[in-house]
T-cell receptor, first 110, second 113 residues
Framework: GQNIDQPTEMTATEGAIVQINCTYQ??????LFWYQQHAGEAPTFLSY????GLEEKGRFSSFLSRSKGYSYLLLKELQMKDSASYLC???????????FGDGTTLTVKP | KAGVTQTPRYLIKTRGQQVTLSCSPI?????VSWYQQTPGQGLQFLFE???????NKGNFPGRFSGRQFSNSRSEMNVSTLELGDSALYLC????????????FGQGTRLTVV
């Protein structure tokens, strides 16, 4: 099975940088996804990592270390609209099956 | 390109009843996954369908079932509803279901009273 851990809540200041960590223990691994979910809305895709290293996409970056079972999502130049839940998800080797963490609720303050 | 469409958006049912939820994936996507989201349990995987076949299944009781049609539209059914089934049910579609992102619908908010 899969077990995914991420902090429940984080708070940061507008304009700052925040790092949201995700650790996982899995029986199979075929990539790690990060999704953003605003309250009352559907999750939207942010990033995908399957190889070790950093993937950068604008203000958002995601890092993966498969040997450590560890990923982080880095958000730079925080904006108020970044207040949301950030979900870490691990895709199983069985295509189409992903296990989600409980999400990290990020609150950005002025 | 239309996104993932789920119907209905909101539903109120009584304990013991059954319910059917519908999901229309993005055109061309053959993989459809269903998730249950609750405040206490997060996003829990229900099952995934690919080309009309259930390819993966989560750890939910047999009261939860689904199917996929030849046009890739999918339905999930919950029988003998319990209060604990109250949740947001999300459907996600993807092109191949392997190394591709999943696109989520807006979900169906089910309330069991």
């Amino acid at each position: 099975g899969q077990n995914i851990d991420q902090p429940t809540e984080m708070t940061a200041t507008e304009g700052a940088i925040v790092q949201i960590n995700c650790t996982y223990q899995t029986s199979g691994f075929n990539g790690l996804f990060w999704y953003q979910q605003h309250a009352g809305e559907a999750p939207t895709f942010l990033s995908y990592n399957v190889l070790d290293g950093l993937e950068e996409k604008g203000r958002f970056s995601s890092f993966l270390s498969r040997s450590k079972g560890y990923s982080y999502l880095l958000l730079k130049e925080l904006q108020m609209k970044d207040s949301a839940s950030y979900l870490c998800a691990v895709r199983d080797t069985n295509a189409g099956k992903s296990t989600f963490g409980d999400g990290t609720t990020l609150t950005v303050k002025p | 390109k239309a996104g993932v469409t789920q119907t209905p958006r909101y539903l109120i049912k009584t304990r013991g009843q059954q319910v059917t939820l519908s999901c229309s994936p993005i055109s061309g996507h053959r993989s459809v996954s269903w998730y249950q989201q609750t405040p206490g349990q997060g996003l829990q995987f229900l099952f995934e369908y690919f080309s009309e076949t259930q390819r993966n299944k989560g750890n939910f009781p047999g009261r939860f079932s689904g199917r996929q049609f030849s046009n890739s539209r999918s339905e999930m059914n919950v029988s003998t509803l319990e209060l604990g089934d109250s949740a947001l049910y999300l459907c996600a579609s993807s092109w191949e279901g392997v190394n591709t992102e999943a696109f989520f619908g807006q979900g169906t908010r089910l309330t069991v009273v």
